[in-house]
């Protein structure tokens, strides 16, 4: 067993951390500030349909799925939700639960169902139903449902779900508790029978003025009393007001009989739209009857943001010149809502918007006078094409301008995907058509400059300018596709299927040019590190205590040799995330490092029932009979070279380490800074080293010491080191070839993460080299410039090892 550790104890870790920022304090060391570094994008919330009030379906900050990128994703959960959920889900970072800051999504089921659910593990976090009771589609016998997918508030305290009883219910987002009181929950309709909610909910700030808008029209059939119609309601006060597309001059809600016409509806998948060139909120209907006074149906509206319009009518309208022959023929302009996109350079109109429909036309309106001919008038488009791929258009369209200013616009339908760019001819704007194919799918978004959308083949991700296939999942989102749609949010894809599930990808930290591998703590970052680097069904793994240091050091390149991990645990204890990966990892034996004091015969015994194989202890009386112990149990006789490090402190052994795993049979042995331990002299002894390599200044390891181990071997006895240990880890890094693919980058203030990344190192052939918590050191960087690595590790959490760091790290990436 270990037992002299005089950094065993609490007293003794705080004056080894007050010495050591003493002592970096006093060398005043250099930092590298490279040229050009891309900006970490905080946390957003995906809070309504589209990523924002306008529905471009765009989010520009997203900067881990990307094109150079996207092709890592994988499955990160597949979690069953409580029913069918036909919408997109929304999510909202950092949310205060009872078990913590977690980031959510929020998911609507056709049957009333509001779920919060965990966006790292998918884990249910709370959830409430509003069902259908007594509700009946028509007063008939099938049930009523609901489309709809929520909202949440800009303050990101609350999330807004639609309701079977006709009701917008207001919960709280880290709780679930519902408001009620103040007008809550709010009602949408008083026909719930007859009027369906079937697009998402949206959210507008405005004028100081919050609003949220809700939308209602008739189900499947055309059936019934339904008039389609937008509730807007004003969320500081609670008040609302009511624009019925049939009998406008009508301001609340209507019941049964409230209106003479019935039967057209706003149902497109955004509900509204925010015009934020005019200001105003802009949404399409269905069919029915126009007379361009205060019947709307097959018509473009255009009313303020407190949901009123003007002189019982809209604010401005749109209405086609055939919509009688659309009304006849059911192909309702309002299956999808108007999309606002930006419009070209040297375009004499400034306010533009795209609106499809079942029809298969693409119609350029000009938001500023939407009919052209005047309020209430029909025709007055800026241009009539039609959809590329040919079909109706029942999804909504999405607006990106990309690196150069050009305007996109994507439509995708069941008969396939297109994009058509924005141009100006003579000042007039026009949609071209850019490419399209013939995989049709349901509303497409863009992020990180990748196109997605879900498809009858799985979900896809395109290069939105040229149509490319970038990544595809086959497996995933065909099954009951409808309505679904994805959410690209702070390095995750999520989208529900009609399956009843809720499925997440992420870019593995292996695959993005910095990723973090971190954990709660000490134990869950070396669980993390093992999962990103080791295989299921690993020949071994290595177990040491996470309290102190001496034990893993000489045991991380015999892990890393045999193609296992070195995961944490605690003296009487194996964490539940160490548990966990060892669940995953199902080694085929464990090999305890050190005594009963640093990992007890508890927990060894706790660990027979993580391997059919055997559970070993390798350890002796002090840190370097147990060095000595690990390199008796896997160094070879006549080794190539043998490492020799210092045994007192700990950062020369970790970059020694992933040195070390490159040689086969190399061990890596302890030493006392003035003196040669007997237990390392008498292994030096028997594997009888070609060389020798000290790995850390005199101030580690004396030269006296130096001296003493050319005893024990007929060749060379080198030093590799510099003036500090940032310094020595690059000195070490220089034996690792330009061009290697990885590296590995720990703190250098602390051992534990950097003990994990050792062995990881090791097994991927990269070096492991050591950085401040706020900054590269300018050995670090220098030495990762050499190297140009495609990727860089990242190890430990933001507690340790800053997101600035993090940032900075990536200009070194080729």
């Known amino acids: 067993m270990t037992t002299d550790r005089d950094d065993a104890h609490p007293a003794g870790r705080r004056l080894l951390h007050l010495t050591l920022a003493a002592a970096l304090a006093a060398t005043a060391l250099a930092v590298v500030q490279p040229a050009v570094a891309p900006a970490e994008a905080a946390p957003i919330a995906w809070s309504q349909f589209g990523s924002g009030p306008s529905h471009y379906g765009v989010n520009a900050a997203e900067t881990q799925i990307i094109p150079s990128t996207v092709s890592g994703l994988a499955p990160l959960f597949t979690a069953t ?6 919408g997109p889900p929304v999510e909202q970072p950092g949310v205060a639960t009872a078990g913590g800051t977690r980031d959510l999504l929020f998911t609507t089921t056709k049957d009333g169902w509001i779920t919060a659910t965990d966006a790292r593990t998918g884990a249910e976090v709370w959830a409430h139903q509003n069902g259908p009771g007594s509700c009946r589609i028509n007063k008939g016998t099938n049930v009523c449902y609901t489309t709809s997918s929520p909202a949440i508030d800009p303050g990101g305290a609350f999330v807004y779900s639609y309701g079977l009883d006709g009701k917008v ?16 929950p709010q009602v949408a309709t008083v026909k719930p029978y007859d009027e369906k909610s079937s697009p998402a909910l949206t959210i507008v700030s405005t004028g100081g003025h919050t609003y949220l808008y809700v939308a209602n029209g008739g189900y499947p059939g055309d059936r019934g009393d339904y008039q389609g119609h937008v509730t807007t309601i004003d969320l500081a006060s609670g008040s609302q007001k009511v ?12 019941g049964a009989g409230g209106c003479a016409n019935v039967q057209s509806a706003v149902w497109a998948r955004p509900s509204v739209v925010w015009d934020p060139g005019t200001q105003r909120i802009l949404f399409a209907t269905g069919n029915s009857v126009f007379d361009g006074s205060r019947n709307w149906g097959d018509t473009v509206l255009a009313i303020n943001p407190d949901g009123s319009g003007s002189n019982g009518g809209p604010v401005d309208s749109y209405t086609p010149a055939n919509y009688a022959q659309l ?40 938001t500023a006078r939407l009919g052209g001919a005047g309020h209430g008038a029909t025709g007055g488009e800026v241009q009539n094409i039609a959809v590329p791929q040919g079909g109706q258009v029942l999804t909504q369209p ?37 490419w399209s194919q013939n995989v049709g799918g349901t509303t497409p978004i863009i992020a990180g400059g990748v196109l997605f959308y879900l498809s009858h083949n799985g979900v896809r991700a395109l290069n939105p300018a040229t149509g490319a296939q970038l990544w595809t999942d086959a497996s995933a989102g065909a099954s009951g596709l409808h309505w679904q749609s994805p959410i690209v949010v702070n390095g995750a894809l999520y989208f529900t299927d009609g399956g009843g599930k809720l499925r997440a990808y992420t870019i593995p930290p292996g695959a993005q040019k910095v990723g973090r591998l971190a954990g709660d703590d000490r134990f869950g970052t070396s669980a993390a590190v093992s999962a990103a680097t080791f295989a299921a069904n690993a020949p071994v793994a290595y177990v040491a205590s996470g309290l102190q240091f001496p034990d893993a050091l000489s045991g991380s390149p015999a892990a890393a040799r045999a193609h296992g991990p070195v995961l944490l645990v605690q003296p009487g204890a194996v964490p539940a995330s160490v548990q966990t990966e ?23 015994t706790q660990l027979k029932g ?82 020798i390599v000290v790995v850390g200044g005199p101030n580690a390891v004396s030269d006296a010491v130096l001296t003493a181990l050319r005893a024990y071997t007929a060749g060379s006895v080198t030093r590799l080191s510099g003036s500090d240990r940032f310094e020595s880890a690059a000195a070490v890094a220089k034996a690792f070839p330009a061009g290697t693919a ?32 706020g900054a590269v050191p300018a050995p670090t960087g220098s030495q990762l410039t050499r190297l140009g690595p495609t990727h860089i590790a990242l190890v430990g959490g933001t507690n340790v090892v800053s997101d600035a760091v993090k940032t900075a790290l990536a200009a070194y990436v080729k």
């Open 169 to 184: 219910h207001k919960y709280a987002t880290g709780s679930g508790a519902e408001t009620t009181g103040g007008g809550w």
């Open 398 to 434: 999405a607006n990106w301008v990309d690196g150069s200013g050009t305007s996109w616009v994507f439509i995708a339908n069941n008969s396939g995907i297109s994009a058509l760019k924005l141009t100006s001819v003579g000042g007039k704007p026009e949609l071209s058509p850019a």
């Open 243 to 254: 624009f019925n597309s049939l009998c406008s001059d009508k301001t609340g809600h209507l």
């Open 742 to 773: 990885n590296a590995f980058v720990a703190s250098g203030l602390d051992f534990p993460d950097a003990l994990s990344a050792s062995a990881a190192a090791g097994q991927k052939g990269a070096p492991l080299l050591l950085t401040l918590p």
């Open 582 to 604: 060892l669940k995953r990892l199902h080694p085929s034996k464990i090999v305890v490092l050190g005594g009963a004091n640093s990992v007890s015969d508890a927990v060894v």
């Open 610 to 691: 993580f391997t059919s194989g055997a559970v070993t202890r390798v350890s002796g009386s002090d840190r370097y009979e147990t060095s000595a112990a690990v390199s008796r149990a896997t160094a070879t006789v006549g080794a190539q070279v043998a490492y020799v490090v210092s045994g007192q402190t700990f950062p020369d052994a970790l970059a020694a380490g992933a040195l070390a795993a490159r040689t086969s049979g190399a061990p890596l042995l302890l030493t006392a800074q003035g003196s040669l331990p007997a237990p390392t002299a008498t292994e030096l002894k028997r594997v009888a080293p070609k060389s």
């Open 81 to 86: 939700l409580r029913g069918v959920s036909d």
């Open 327 to 366: 009304n006849q023929q059911d192909a309702d302009l309002g299956s999808t809502a108007p999309q606002v996109v930006a419009p070209p350079a040297e375009s004499d109109l400034s306010h533009l918007a795209v609106q499809s429909g079942k029809d298969g036309r693409i119609r350029l309106l000009n």
